[in-house]
Every structure is written in C-alpha cells, then in structure tokens.
C-alpha cells in the first residue's frame, strides 16, 4: 500500500557530505513515524535516525551530532543530511515508515560508502 524509493547514496570521501532522501506512495495518510535504518555486511540492522509526524527525533549516539533527520508532512519525503562521514557509515542505507500502529514499510535500499 506505500511504497519508498530512496536516492542520494553514493561514494564520498571521509570527512565529506551526503544527503539521503525517500519518497512515499500510495496510502500515505496512515503514516506515523519515517526513519532511516542502515545495515553493513555481516552486521545487523540498526537504526541511524528517526523522527514523528510532530516532528520528535532520536538518533543513533554514532551519528549524533553529525547526521540530521527531516521530513515534509506535505510531499511525503523524509530526509537525512549525514556531515562529517566516517568510514564507519558505510553500508545500505533504508528508509522506513510506521504506518498508524500496525504495519511498516521498507525501501529497497541505498549504497552509501565512504572512503578513507
């Protein structure tokens, strides 16, 4: 019913900048909470940033201070602007959405690596 489509990944260099952004479709009205979640090769999923349809955030304490969590309520877009990347920040990078209680949505996935 709602469907996510990352882009922004890519290849940068430590220190540098990148900005992540997700588009939803299809049944928006139920979303709650969007999010990014990032999983490296042999590693589990984990949160990186996430934040409410009020506007509340929380970040993983590895990108605080570094990474900031936005969205448009309006286009259905969530954001994130990762400054300072470390080689640490490389992995798949996916959005993700809260729909009401209930459900959750999952895009396909991002590259995003960071060279040193």
């Known amino acids: 019913q709602v469907q996510l489509v990352e882009s922004g990944g890519g290849l940068v260099q430590a220190g540098g900048s990148l900005t992540l952004s997700c588009a939803a479709s299809?049944?928006?009205?139920?979303?709650?909470?969007m999010g990014w979640y990032r999983q490296a090769p042999g590693k589990q999923r984990e949160l990186v940033a996430a934040?409410?349809?009020?506007?509340?955030?929380n970040y993983a304490e590895s990108v605080k201070g570094r990474f900031t969590i936005s969205r448009d309520n309006a286009k259905n877009t969530v954001s994130l602007q990762m400054n300072s990347l470390k080689p640490e920040d490389t992995a798949v990078y996916y959005c993700?959405?809260?729909?009401?209680?209930?459900?959750?949505?999952w895009g396909q996935g991002t590259q995003v690596t960071v060279s040193s």
């Open positions: 993700h959405v809260i729909l009401g209680s209930l459900f959750t949505s």
């Open positions: 299809g049944s928006t009205v139920s979303i709650n909470r």
């Open positions: 934040i409410a349809s009020g506007g509340n955030t």
